[in-house]
């Protein structure tokens, strides 16, 4: 499709990203694990690798993931690994929404979105599993978490 030709690295995201939900998260609501492959060598080495011309190794489907960190998280560790996960954003949501209605702890607002930004490109970035980023998504976070915890005792 025109479309999917615009941008190659988003298209072979989307097609990592149905080939994880559809294959690996759907036959395993508890995950697959850490240590196992998240992508099978027939889909690695063969759709990817034969039919476009591109050489792997024989570590490849491990280390192969859909850039999407909480596709990554719902695959491996399944529903119970992205529970907190939704819990988090629940709860940091209904934060914001109470902080934005209050001028008081307007200073609050930009934590929020520094970790919402983050947030936002762990979609389409290894950011839970790559230690750099990582350390800015939970550094962020705990700003966030002590920035709230001081205004409560204000």
């Known amino acids: 499709h025109i479309l999917l030709g615009l941008d190659a690295n ?3 995201r989307f097609y990592f990203w149905g080939y ?3 294959e690996r998260f759907s036959g395993n609501l508890f995950g697959i694990g850490l ?3 998240l992508m099978s060598e027939y889909f690695v080495r063969y759709q990817l690798f034969l039919q476009h ?5 024989e570590l ?3 280390t192969l993931g859909p850039h999407n960190s909480y596709l990554t998280i719902l695959a491996r560790c399944g529903i119970i690994g992205i529970i907190p996960f ?3 954003y629940w709860k940091l949501t209904a934060d914001f929404i109470q902080c934005k209605a209050n001028p008081i ?3 609050q607002i930009f934590f929020f979105y520094a970790f919402f930004i983050i947030s936002g490109s762990a979609t389409v970035n290894v950011v839970l599993e790559s230690p750099m980023q990582a350390s800015l998504y939970w550094g962020t976070l705990g700003m966030l978490c002590q920035a709230r915890r001081d ?4």
């Open 10 to 12: 988003m298209t072979m």
């Open 20 to 22: 994880v939900f559809l």
């Open 35 to 37: 240590g196992t492959p």
């Open 53 to 57: 011309g591109l050489k792997g190794n």
């Open 60 to 62: 490849i489907e491990y």
């Open 86 to 88: 939704i819990v988090l």
């Open 105 to 107: 702890h307007r200073k």
């Open 151 to 154: 205004n409560a005792y204000t």
